[in-house]
């Protein structure tokens, strides 16, 4: 089937069809996320209401980054329900209610592999015209997955998830932005550099939200609940790897 995340019929009729739902699409058009937030919702809804009354696993792909700043998130946590993921998951879990097996999985702000990931590329391309690798004053946090790892947990989650339960990709919870950047200059032949946490929204630009506060969570309660053992190399070490 050829289609997009706005051809509702089609993700409908191939949703009935499925024996259970991955949702992972999502647009992120940065110039206009609240229209993004919009249609995943309205895909959550196509989804979910093509599966009411047949028990068949849905599992909705949220972010670690949807929950509020502070201390290391668990999986049990009250996310920002005003984020823009955060009405997706209230939307999701209406259906648990409905006949559907619905599941929330939030991934680390870095699945990577081969040294890439969509933030990771971000941070290279703002050193490389930064002229060196910034990190912030404030010694903040990003979690972190293998994608082979995190493939590993949805698998899991269809098989044996409960519904209603959210779950964290996370294989590591804590990496700090200062090592990030280190590989990074180190990779690129560029100085790294602590800036003032007010200077940094003119050097990471549209990165600015994400690092320059703790996108980080835990990853105990999936681990038990689901027999997931992340096997894959770490960020730090996936990154000398990269080409």
Do not use: C
């Not at 999502?26 to 229209?35: L, R, S, T, Y």
């Not at 097996?101 to 990577?112: D, Q, W």
């Not at 996108?215 to 894959?232: F, I």
Request: hydrophobic share 40%; glycine share 10%.
């Amino acid at each position: 089937m050829i289609g997009d995340l706005e051809s509702t019929e089609i993700i409908a009729e191939a949703a009935k069809e499925a024996d259970g739902v991955i949702h992972l699409g999502f647009i992120h058009d940065w110039a206009n996320m609240e229209n993004s937030s919009r249609i995943d919702r309205e895909v959550i809804q196509t989804i979910g209401d093509a599966l009411v009354g047949t028990e068949k696993a849905f599992i909705v792909t949220s972010a670690i980054g949807q929950f509020p700043a502070g201390e290391l998130k668990k999986e049990t946590d009250a996310i920002d329900k005003s984020s823009l993921r955060g009405p997706s998951e209230t939307t999701a879990l209406t259906y648990q209610d409905k006949g559907v097996r619905v599941m929330i999985v939030r991934p680390a702000p870095s699945v990577h592999e081969d040294g890439h990931s969509g933030f990771i590329d971000g941070l290279f391309d703002l050193a490389k015209q930064n002229g060196r690798s910034y990190y912030a004053e404030g010694a903040y946090h990003w979690s972190a997955v293998h994608l082979a790892d995190i493939a590993t947990l949805y698998r899991l989650a269809i098989e044996k998830g409960e519904k209603g339960a959210a779950y964290h990709g996370v294989a590591e919870s804590d990496i700090p932005l200062k090592s990030i950047a280190e590989k990074i200059g180190e990779s690129l032949g560029l100085p790294v550099e602590a800036t003032a946490d007010e200077e940094a929204p003119g050097k990471f630009t549209w990165l600015a939200k994400f690092t320059l506060r703790n996108v980080w969570g835990d990853n105990e309660l999936t681990k038990a609940a689901l027999g997931w053992e992340p096997t894959h190399l770490g960020l730090l070490e996936d990154l000398e790897q990269r080409k």
